[in-house]
């Protein structure tokens, strides 16, 4: 005889390997992952080695996901997002110097 609904969703819940039950490992790996990526290899490497090792079972996507979330975000004021703020504010003091610059405020004085 056949086996019952909850005899077979018991055996998948115990097969699942959604990416909440790989979070954990990722945490586990993060001081090597950290270590990969300090040496120049890309998520997308260490991901495949990762999952061809059996290690981590998770999607690429979300492997990248909580390597944004978990890994990256020690590494906030890194030397490139420095580079793009001070490109940003070059750029923001550039166009109020030479630039249109519109204020929202009415000035009378310029209306009569």
């Known amino acids: 005889m056949s086996k019952s609904?909850?005899?077979r969703l018991a055996l998948s819940v115990r097969n699942d390997t959604k990416p909440r039950k790989s979070f954990p490992d990722v945490?586990?790996?993060?001081?090597?992952?950290?270590?990969?990526?300090?040496?120049?290899?890309?998520?997308r490497q260490i991901w495949t080695l990762?999952?061809?090792?059996?290690?981590?079972?998770c999607s690429y996507q979300w492997?990248?996901?909580?390597?944004?979330?978990?890994?990256?975000?020690?590494?906030?004021?890194?030397?490139?997002?420095?580079?793009?703020?001070?490109r940003r504010n070059a750029i923001s003091t550039e166009t109020q110097a030479n630039g249109f610059n519109y204020q929202s405020t009415i000035n009378k004085e310029d209306l009569i």
């Not at 990762?50 to 079972?57: M, R, S, T, V």
């Not at 996901?65 to 703020?85: C, E």
């Open 50 to 57: 990762l999952h061809a090792e059996g290690k981590i079972k």
């Open 27 to 43: 945490l586990a790996l993060q001081p090597e992952i950290e270590q990969a990526l300090k040496e120049g290899w890309t998520i």
């Open 5 to 7: 609904l909850s005899e």
């Open 63 to 86: 492997f990248v996901t909580l390597i944004n979330r978990h890994v990256n975000a020690h590494h906030t004021g890194t030397p490139s997002s420095m580079q793009h703020n001070k």
